[in-house]
C-alpha cells in the first residue's frame, strides 16, 4: 500500500514561495498519476493540481495557475509543489494524493501565508 | 468547472441507523465519481473509487451507487467510528472538483 509523506509547509510572507515535497513509498511509485489538494482552514477539500505517470501531463486549478508548478523524481519517489506569489488564500494544509482518483493520501502539512 | 452538491450538509444519526447521503454533478461525469471520509484533525481517506468500488479497509456496511449525475453514500448500519465529514469528488474533467462535504453526528 502507499505511504505518502508530506513536507516543506511553513509560514511565508504574501508574495513570497515555498517548495512542498511528497515522497512515496510502498508501491512503484512511477504506476500512479499524482495529486495536490488543499484544505483552508475550517473549508472543504480543493484540488490543487496533478500530474501524469511520466509527468508529460499536468493540470492546475484556474487560481493557481502561473504561480505553482507540480512535478515529479520517479527516481527519487517523490512528488513536488513550487509555490510562488503566495497568497493569504492560500493558506491550507496541503495534501499529495496518489492516484487518479485520490486513492492514497498523505498526513499534511500547514502552509500559512501571513505578514 | 462541473459543480458538486452534496445533501444533507449535516445530519445526526444513532448507532444501528441506516444512512443515505446524496451527492449531485452538474453534468454527466460517468463513473469518475469518489467518497472520501475525513475525521476531525485528520487527513482524508479514500472510501471508495468509480461509483462503487470499496477501498480495501473499508467495511461492507459501506456501499456506493449511482450513475451519470446522481450517487448515493450509504452506511447500512451506522457506527461510533463513523463520525466523519465525507465529501464526494469527481475526476473526469478539470478542474476536479469536491462537494462540500457531509458531516455525521452520532
Known amino acids: 500500500e502507499m505511504q505518502l509523506v508530506e513536507s516543506g509547509g511553513g509560514l511565508v510572507q504574501p508574495g513570497g514561495s515555498l517548495r512542498l515535497s511528497c515522497e512515496v513509498s510502498?508501491?512503484?511509485?512511477?504506476?500512479?498519476?499524482m495529486n495536490w489538494v488543499r484544505q483552508a482552514p475550517g473549508k472543504g477539500l480543493e484540488w490543487v493540481a496533478n500530474?501524469?505517470?511520466?509527468?508529460?501531463?499536468?493540470s492546475y486549478l484556474d487560481s493557481v495557475k502561473g504561480r505553482f508548478t507540480i512535478s515529479r523524481d520517479n527516481a527519487k519517489n517523490s512528488l513536488y509543489l513550487q509555490m510562488s506569489s503566495l497568497r493569504a488564500e492560500d493558506t491550507a494544509v496541503y495534501y499529495c494524493?496518489?492516484?487518479?482518483?485520490?486513492?492514497?493520501w498523505g498526513p499534511g502539512t500547514l502552509v500559512t501565508v501571513s505578514p | 468547472d462541473i459543480q458538486m452538491t452534496q445533501s444533507p450538509s449535516s445530519l445526526s444519526a444513532s448507532v444501528g441507523d441506516r444512512v443515505t447521503i446524496t451527492c449531485r454533478a452538474s453534468q454527466d461525469i460517468g463513473l469518475y465519481l469518489a467518497w472520501f471520509q475525513q475525521k476531525p484533525g485528520k487527513a482524508p481517506r479514500s472510501l471508495i473509487s468509480?461509483?462503487?468500488n470499496l477501498q480495501g479497509w473499508v467495511p461492507s456496511r459501506f456501499s456506493g451507487s449511482g450513475s451519470g449525475t446522481e450517487f448515493t453514500l450509504t452506511i447500512s448500519s451506522l457506527q461510533s467510528e463513523d463520525y466523519a465529514t465525507y465529501y464526494c469528488?469527481?475526476?473526469?474533467?478539470?478542474?476536479?472538483?469536491f462537494g462540500p462535504g457531509t458531516k455525521v453526528d452520532i
Open positions: 500530474i501524469r505517470q511520466d509527468g508529460s501531463e499536468k
Open positions: 510502498g508501491i512503484i511509485f512511477s504506476d500512479y498519476w
Open positions: 494524493a496518489g492516484g487518479l482518483g485520490a486513492d492514497y
Open positions: 469528488q469527481q475526476y473526469l474533467n478539470y478542474p476536479f472538483t
Open positions: 468509480t461509483v462503487r
